[in-house]
C-alpha cells in the first residue's frame, strides 16, 4: 500500500506529511495573538467554532521566521495556507507558505533523513524521498505537535 503525503513548502523547501494527520487545508484566518507565547506560534483561530493553535512550522524547524510573520504586524490579509492537522485527540494548524499536491509515494522508497541536516530539522523528520528535482522531506507530525519533544532540543 503506498504512503498517502499532503506536500507543502516552506522557505522554497519540498516537505510532506501522512495524510492521515491532515484535518483540512484552509487560507489563513483572522488570527488572535497571544501574549508571551513562544516565538513558533503564532496565535489563535476559531475555525467553525473549534479554537485551534496556529504553528509557524518555519520557526519550530528553526528554519528562520517566517516571511508572512516578518512583513506586517497587522494581519489584514495573511498570506499562505494552513494546513490543519490532528494527532491524537490534539488539532493544530500548521502555516506554510505555499500547498503542493497529495502525492502517493510506493512502499518502502522512503530513506533515512539525510545527515547533512542538523538540529530540529532533523530531530522531526521521518525520512526523505528522492525527486528528479531534490528531495521530499518527510514530517513526523508527532514530534512536530510533541512540546515536551520541541523542549528537550532548546
Known amino acids: ?54 504553528i ?23 498570506a499562505g495556507f494552513n494546513i490543519v492537522v490532528r494527532s491524537n485527540d490534539q488539532v493544530v494548524s500548521l502555516l506554510v507558505d505555499d500547498i503542493g499536491d497529495v502525492l502517493a509515494l510506493p512502499e518502502n522508497t522512503v530513506q533515512p533523513p539525510p545527515t547533512t541536516l542538523k538540529g530540529k530539522m532533523r530531530q522531526m523528520l521521518a525520512g526523505a524521498y528522492p525527486l528528479a528535482e531534490g528531495f521530499l522531506l518527510i514530517l513526523d507530525i508527532e514530534k512536530i505537535l510533541d512540546l515536551n519533544f520541541k523542549s528537550s532540543f532548546i
Open 56 to 78: 509557524d512550522l518555519q520557526q519550530r524547524l528553526e528554519m528562520g521566521e517566517s516571511a508572512m510573520r516578518s512583513t506586517t504586524k497587522l494581519i489584514d490579509e495573511p
Open 1 to 54: 500500500m503506498a504512503e498517502q503525503l499532503c506536500t507543502f513548502f516552506l522557505n522554497g523547501i519540498f516537505f510532506g506529511i501522512d495524510v492521515q494527520h491532515v484535518q483540512e487545508v484552509i487560507r489563513p484566518q483572522a488570527l488572535t495573538r497571544v501574549p508571551l507565547a513562544p516565538p513558533d506560534i503564532c496565535g489563535l483561530i476559531n475555525l467553525r467554532g473549534q479554537i485551534l493553535t496556529v
